[in-house]
């Protein structure tokens, strides 16, 4: 009896000391093996006339918070603490069923209507005007995106001129009496928003819905020849999605400059593991547009690059309409949304631009409680790419353990390398996918040398569903250095965690 106790006492031992020991990777950077350059606009956001997003969240005259449009000061400060560098509105499902023109002039005369996409009310009293003037304040590139659902051709073109076209045209006329003589120049324009899902006012197949925006693609670019027109890509992941991209590019490739694609993701399940190995399916998307790309540029000579806007992406399960959409997001979502900012950084080739979808109450990384703004976990990854990865991204090659998920192998270690040419600073991007192991890790640099200095940023917490709220941040960015001895280092990167290492180059 005394031996069986002894035994056991001794595979308990065992399987405790097993399971604290740490994994063990190597990761190897190369900065000449660069990938492709980092647009700014993979660090874009999303606002649509949904929820408190945009009055409760961007706008709210009647807040202490304030300024005197009307615009909450709190969110234009974290907007711009978050690094967001383009914001994609008026949607979204709500871009299908606007008419802009609602939208602006005196605030008193503009109509009331029913939002058909969420069943809200939609007092116009935030339009063009005043997006516009929130996007100069909060120091974003504005990107709007056309009703190609219930909208005409000439709507479309018309935006464009009243947007963009210098004083002496009926709509430049227009925003002038407006109150705003000089073109606003925006830039960037979406051909309308997922019509490919059935879910979508105007819905329409492939061939139909590019014969339409072909034509809006040319009206609008014949009004201003300076615009860049995004094309709605796939966002409805059938059996047809491919087609679907294809007739697109192949009909349109000569006016647009994007393709759009659509990826949320979440944990119905609650399978840590499968969560976890979520992004590969928008890796995989990106991958084959890519390729579709290329073909339809081949096959139509096109002599402009065609490049993917990742215009929305984010952790989505929880909260649905019933609920305005506010999800709260723990841990575990942090980690998601940094492999999404590592796989958009891996392709950076080909993604030049990615908005999270939403900016503030809606699936946002912001909240507003109590007329008090706080921060979600998912704030945190988003600012420290932003803040951070810069540059060109840099392949590197990876070998950790792995485990599988759906009869494929899935690195533990989720990983992106950048390289700032102006400032000489080498980022490694490391999510650790492992839920009780902390992985020892050999990074070595392979060309130029590393400083005998590191930062590390890592965003943590005890618990993998720990949450954020109004009076508590559980949930953040904690800093320290570490020194580096020759061209390499060990780090143990701690389980269900994300880091970035940042290290000057000499």
């Known amino acids: ?78 907007t711009k603490e978050m690094g967001v560098s383009l914001v994609r509105w008026p949607g979204g ?12 002039g005196n605030k008193a005369n503009r109509p009331k209507r029913k939002d058909l996409a969420w069943g809200d009310t939609e007092s116009n009293q935030v339009g063009t005007d005043e997006f516009l003037a929130w996007s100069k304040a909060a120091k974003v ?33 227009l925003r002038a009496a407006n109150g705003h003589p000089e073109p606003y120049n925006v830039q960037y324009w979406g051909l309308g928003n997922e019509i490919d899902g059935p879910w979508q006012m105007g819905h329409k197949n492939a061939e139909d819905y590019s014969k339409f925006a072909l034509e809006a693609a040319k009206l609008m670019k014949w009004s201003d020849d300076k615009i860049k027109l995004i094309a709605s890509g796939s966002s409805n992941y059938g059996s047809g999605w ?11 490739g000569g006016y647009v400059d994007y393709i759009s694609l659509h990826n949320y993701v979440g944990n119905h399940d609650k399978d840590h593991y499968k969560f976890m190995a979520s992004t590969i399916f928008a890796e995989n998307v990106i991958k084959i547009t890519e390729g579709l790309i290329k073909e339809a540029t081949l096959k139509n000579k096109i002599d402009h690059p065609i490049y993917i806007a990742f215009d929305e992406y984010n952790v989505w399960y929880r909260a649905w309409n019933e609920q305005k959409l506010e999800e709260h997001y723990n841990m575990q979502d942090a980690l998601v949304i940094a492999s999404y900012l590592n796989c958009f950084i891996r392709n950076a080739q080909i993604v030049k631009m990615a908005n999270l979808a939403q900016l503030v109450n809606v699936i946002a990384p912001m909240m507003v409680t109590h007329d008090t703004l706080w921060y ?14 810069k540059g060109n991204s840099i392949a ?3 070998e950790c353990a792995s485990y599988k998920n759906n009869d494929k192998d899935v690195p533990y270690l989720d990983v992106s390398t950048v390289y700032n040419d102006t400032t000489k600073e080498l980022m490694i991007n490391v999510v650790n996918r492992h839920l009780d192991k902390g992985i020892t890790t050999s990074i070595t640099n392979q060309f130029g040398n590393l400083s005998n200095k590191a930062m590390v940023y890592e965003i943590n917490s005890p618990d ?12 953040k960015t904690k800093e320290k250095s ?11 990167f701690p389980a269900h965690s994300f880091t970035m290492i940042k290290i000057k180059m000499n």
């Not at 006492?9 to 990938?35: G, H, P, Y």
């Not at 993998?464 to 949930?475: A, C, F, G, L, P």
């Open 1 to 78: 009896m005394k031996h069986l106790v002894l035994s056991l006492l001794l595979l308990i031992f065992c399987n405790n000391f097993l399971l604290s020991q740490n994994l063990t990777a190597r990761i190897k950077v190369d900065i000449e093996r660069k990938i492709g350059g980092i647009d700014e606009n993979l660090y874009g956001n999303f606002t649509e006339h949904l929820g408190r997003c945009i009055y409760g969240g961007l706008y709210e005259p009647g807040s202490a918070k304030a300024d005197n449009q009307g615009f909450r000061t709190d969110v234009l400060n974290a």
């Open 93 to 104: 499902n709500f871009a299908s069923g606007y008419h802009w023109m609602d939208g602006i």
């Open 141 to 173: 590139a504005p990107y709007i995106c056309v009703n190609l659902g219930t909208g005409s051709l000439d709507e479309a073109r018309n935006w464009v001129e009243y947007c963009n076209a210098p004083t002496g045209l009926y709509y430049s006329d």
């Open 242 to 252: 491919t087609d679907w991209n294809r007739t697109v590019l192949n009909s349109l």
């Open 376 to 389: 979600q976990t998912t704030f945190y990854p988003l600012q420290l790419f932003a803040e951070n990865c």
């Open 396 to 398: 590197s090659f990876v």
């Open 464 to 475: 993998i569903m720990d949450e954020n709220t109004v009076s508590e941040q559980k949930v």
């Open 482 to 492: 570490i020194n580096v001895s020759g061209n390499s280092l060990q780090y143990t």
